[in-house]
């Protein structure tokens, strides 16, 4: 348990940030606002979602939202429900190109919970999953899979650790890269992110751990810190702190709950001495913009302090 | 840095949440948030402040929320700005019992910022400390002392790791029972503080330390749980996040900084397993009852959310 020199930043505001958005934000808005993000230094964007527009009308500019991001050196990830979108990944990223490097998909270590979002039991969506994870790497992505309710269910209360791991280790058979133990409802807490993550960086050595937690019940900030103690090596945060479940939409609307919130973050880890490569000033500009973009207040608390950092990095 | 089994958490809504209110705060509101804060399990309170009521007119009702708090078998801290305090301080807890408990007052470790607040050096001001320390323990007061701007300075920026433990030495050989290496403005980071409450730990064996952490920047309950985990044993947090330097007022009115929030801090701990003696739910509805009592929004995500434990305690 010790902090990396580095932590690398994945902005999720234009996918898991607006999932639940209560309203279609304009394409140029989306794309005003990740160009910024990423001229402040951010080298990863949840883009988008390929979830068909009759199911998710939020991303049905998914084509045009990636081929505004072609130029920018950036990497996309992009959301694919099945082995439709990720075949449709596939082209996008033969047509747009390379930078489109990661695809990701959920499956939920609550099997209620599952069968609830995907209609599969855990059997039967690993067996999808493995097709999809073909696909994605015959096409040249890389894989992140979310097993989602990690930490409790909002259906069935607690989760077990045992099948979180056994559906991980299966995870990581089928070949994914990535792996993100998912806090998506904010019942996880700091002792238990740092072992699970602990666990995971033993367990699944070539793989990389993406911290994904949301801030529902104020620790997601905390809980971020220990996976990244405990080997994390990425963080997925939302201007603003943007996003939620659809069933807590409205409690987002007023700004209660969502990722934990991208300017906050990144200003924690300056100040800790973790390099993010990100301008800490310049991105609060992008979050202001963001929230100009959505008509929404923010949730980022320096977005109403400042970051308090000299210009020669943390003040220390 | 492992976690503890059992965390105290000092309720600070009444003294450090109030000190910067706009308005003053009527005597009967302050007394029934916190007796049914006490009713939720709270142990002890930071009650209120012995500052002259020319100063601080909030606390001219001190000796009567004091009193009001005689029969709940509670805790009492109460804030001394001098030696005038600390003698109130002692003549209070003569007529009205014991359970006003410990005395507290801060010395920054920005010598500047020591100066614009109390008009004395650190020598100076360490003098005047050696007197206070003496009446405290003559009248069977337990000493607290915050070394405040602990982790930087709204006036110069840097403060130097040597100053802080220099003054925190000092302070205990003059007797401080209880220390707290404090971040006022929001400039610690968990790296920080983790490390000084482990030097903290490891060089004053016979200190309680207590972690006392503002939300400015997001990052106040990871800091609190970092200095947790390295040795602190009391949180102080504040219903509803109230609180903040004056300074900062107009953004504390919009609910933009101030001490943690003593709700999410309980639930975070719950959660992790670590027992607070506090109920969750009871203390959401105090949480409530301050809102309405100050006529302002709350800063705690589980007022919005619900603290999600089972009635078993922590969802795992």
Redesign the interface.
């Known amino acids: ?1 010790s ?1 990396p020199e580095t932590v690398d930043i994945c902005e999720c505001w234009a996918r898991d940030g607006l999932q639940s958005w209560p309203t279609v934000v304009p394409t140029e808005g989306k794309v005003a606002v990740l160009r910024a993000a990423i001229d402040a230094g951010i080298n990863e964007v949840d883009a988008t979602s390929l979830v068909p527009p009759r199911y998710a009308p939020q991303f049905a500019d998914s084509h045009d939202v990636l081929a505004a991001l072609a130029d920018t050196g950036v990497k996309a990830r992009v959301l694919a429900p099945n082995l439709k979108g990720v075949r449709r990944a596939v082209e996008l990223r033969a047509e747009l190109g390379g930078f489109i490097d990661t695809v990701g998909f959920p499956i939920s270590a609550s099997e209620p919970h599952n069968l609830a979002n995907v209609k599969r039991t855990h059997a039967e969506h690993l067996t999808a999953i493995a097709d999809m994870v073909r696909c994605a790497h015959d096409g040249g992505l890389r894989v992140i899979v979310a097993v989602a309710t990690a ?2 269910c909002p259906l069935i ?2 989760v077990d650790e045992g099948v979180v791991f056994d559906i991980a280790a299966r995870l990581v058979e089928l070949g994914a890269d990535r792996l993100m133990l998912s806090d998506t ?8 992110a740092g072992a699970y993550h602990s666990r995971a960086r033993a367990e699944f050595p070539g793989v990389e751990l993406v911290a994904h937690f949301h ?5 997601g ?2 809980n971020a ?2 996976a990244v103690l405990a080997g994390a090596t990425c963080i997925d945060a939302s201007l603003g702190g943007i996003g939620g479940e659809p069933s ?1 939409v409205e ?1 987002n609307h ?1 700004g ?2 969502g990722n934990i ?1 991208t ?3 990144v ?2 880890l300056e ?4 390099r993010t490569g990100i301008d800490p000033g310049l991105l609060i500009e992008v979050g202001r913009t963001a929230a100009r973009v959505l008509d929404a207040p923010t949730r ?3 977005q ?2 400042g ?2 950092l ?1 210009p020669q990095g ?3």
Not at 271 to 274: D, F, H, K, S
């Open positions: 348990m902090a930490y409790g209360g607690a409802t904010g019942l996880a807490d700091p002792v238990r801030d529902t019940r104020g620790s900030i905390a810190w220990a807590t409690q007023a209660e709950t919130a300017e906050d973050t200003v924690l100040r800790a001495g973790i980022s608390q320096v109403h302090t970051h308090g000299t943390a003040q220390r």
